[in-house]
């Protein structure tokens, strides 16, 4: 009930909102080009059916969406993965870029590159601390969405890439190609002199204090 938020609260609650629905649309838009874009709640059946809105159209409110939000949102947060200022900023340089409107574009961007210590990024020192699994962010973290850590409840992935020469280590023998294809172009043509490799690609694996390849 907003009508128990103080105006800074319900401000800032409207503003991730719309940066949220900015995020989607700006992935829906690029992906399948036209599709229907809703304002309003859908309250029953009868209003689920919607025609497609143009591409025009959904940009024009990304950046409706984007521009309040820019407004409400704090610089910077101390809570990974919620939107701030920062991120909205960016994003909307990305819009533009997209949308061929360079100099626009560019504004947004100079206004996080030349204000880093008011949004607080910048380039981290290491692909180790990029990519740490300790830290819940980094200086390099526009916008992500966190994930837990616990067991059981993370990707399902890694297991279908796990050995399949082990009994326990892959949870399905029917990905038993996704989990070997080590030829795929993209690991097949991986420079080992990328830092990033070492920490994404692995050949080896401890199950049960037993390794296995």
């Known amino acids: 009930n907003d009508r128990n938020l103080d105006e800074v ?5 409207v503003g991730e909102a719309r940066f949220i629905r900015a995020f989607d649309y700006f992935q829906l838009v ?34 409706i969406d984007l521009l309040e939000a820019e407004k409400y ?6 809570y990974p993965g919620r939107a701030t200022k920062g991120a909205v900023k960016t994003m909307l340089a990305d819009v533009y870029l997209t949308l ?3 100099e626009e574009a560019k504004e947004k961007a100079e206004e996080i590159i030349e204000n880093k210590d008011l949004y607080g990024y910048d380039l981290v020192a290491s692909v180790d601390l990029l990519y740490s699994p300790t830290s819940p962010t980094n200086e390099e ?10 067991v059981g409840q993370g990707s ?10 082990h009994p326990e280590a892959a949870a399905s023998r029917a990905f038993e190609e996704f989990g070997a294809n080590t030829q795929a172009p993209l690991l097949r043509d991986w420079e080992d002199n990328d830092s990033r490799k070492e920490l994404n690609v692995y050949n080896t694996a401890t199950i049960n204090g037993e390794s296995v390849e």
């Open 100 to 102: 061929n409107r360079l």
């Open 156 to 165: 399902f992935l890694a297991t279908y890439s796990a050995p399949l020469s």
């Open 9 to 13: 609260s319900r401000n800032a609650a």
């Open 73 to 78: 949102l704090p610089p910077r947060t101390d």
């Open 141 to 150: 973290d526009i916008f992500s969405l966190k994930f837990s850590r616990y």
């Open 30 to 63: 690029r992906i399948y080009g036209e599709v229907p874009l809703r304002l309003e709640p859908v309250k029953s059946a009868d209003d689920a059916g919607q025609a497609l809105a143009l591409k025009s159209d959904i940009y024009d409110q990304i950046i």
